[in-house]
């Protein structure tokens, strides 16, 4: 059974680099046309799509944050990272890390989500 587990701090002062890791368990993130994804959900706002790392280790990111977001993998460690940087209190929500099986946007693993708050 594939398991996602985030970690990461809760609170991020605003203009610092939030970075969050997501743990997989019993798969690699290099196995074939799995796609490893990062979401999050701010308060009173829809579940928005970050961006994703590949099988092969090709990432996107999505347009609204590409300047200041990088998504990486470390295939020896079955996990993927997230790195936001310059953040204000609107990066503030719950991150997801999911994966799906052949593509991007459809998700057959989720994690529980972690709360970050960014706040001075």
């Known amino acids: 059974q594939v398991q996602l587990q985030e970690s990461g701090p809760g609170l991020v002062m605003p203009s610092q680099t939030l970075s969050l890791t997501c743990t997989v368990s019993?798969?690699?993130?290099?196995?074939?046309?799995?796609?490893w994804s990062w979401l999050r959900q701010s308060p009173g706002k829809g579940l928005e799509w970050i961006g994703y790392?590949?099988?092969?280790?090709?990432?996107y990111v999505n347009s609204p944050r590409k300047s200041r977001t990088s998504i990486s993998g470390d295939t020896a460690k079955y996990r993927f990272t997230l790195q936001l940087n310059s953040v204000t209190p609107e990066d503030t929500a719950v991150y997801y890390c999911a994966g799906g099986k052949m593509n991007y946007y459809w998700y057959d693993y989720w994690g529980q989500g972690t709360q970050v708050t960014v706040s001075s």
């Open positions: 790392i590949a099988y092969a280790g090709s990432t």
């Open positions: 019993n798969e690699s993130i290099t196995t074939n046309f799995r796609y």
